[in-house]
Nanobody, 115 residues
C-alpha cells in the first residue's frame, strides 16, 4: 500500500500562485510515476501533470507554461507549482501514484481561484 497526503491548497486571486505538495509513504518502491489530477464540480477527474521515475514530465494543454511538476526523491515528495492561476483552475486536486496494476490516491486538496 501507498499512502499519499496532499497539502498547499487554498483560496487565491486570479493571476496568483500556489504550490501543492504530496508526501508518499508506505510501499513506495517500484512507483512508476506520480501525478496530479483535478476534479471540478460536475466534471470528470482529469490529469493535470505527471512525472515518471525517470523524471519525464507531461502536462495537460490547459496548464502548459503555467504549472510545473517536480519531485524530491529524498523527501518522497512531489510538488505542483501553479502560477498565473485562472478561475477555471478551481477544483479539488488529487495526488496519484502508479505501480504496476495499482493506482493510489490522496484525499484531495481544494484550490479556489476567485477575486
Amino acid at each position: 500500500q501507498v499512502q499519499l497526503v496532499e497539502s498547499g491548497g487554498g483560496l487565491v486571486q486570479p493571476g496568483g500562485s500556489l504550490r501543492l505538495s504530496c508526501v508518499a509513504s508506505g510501499s513506495i518502491f517500484s512507483i512508476k510515476n506520480m501525478g496530479w489530477y483535478r476534479q471540478a464540480p460536475g466534471k470528470q477527474r482529469e490529469l493535470v501533470a505527471q512525472i515518471t521515475s525517470a523524471g519525464v514530465t507531461t502536462y495537460a494543454d490547459s496548464v502548459k507554461g503555467r504549472f510545473t511538476i517536480s519531485a524530491n526523491n529524498a523527501k518522497n515528495t512531489v510538488y505542483l507549482q501553479m502560477n498565473s492561476l485562472k478561475p477555471e483552475d478551481t477544483a479539488v486536486y488529487y495526488c496519484n501514484a502508479y505501480k504496476t496494476l495499482a493506482f493510489y490516491w490522496g484525499q484531495g486538496t481544494q484550490v479556489t481561484v476567485s477575486s
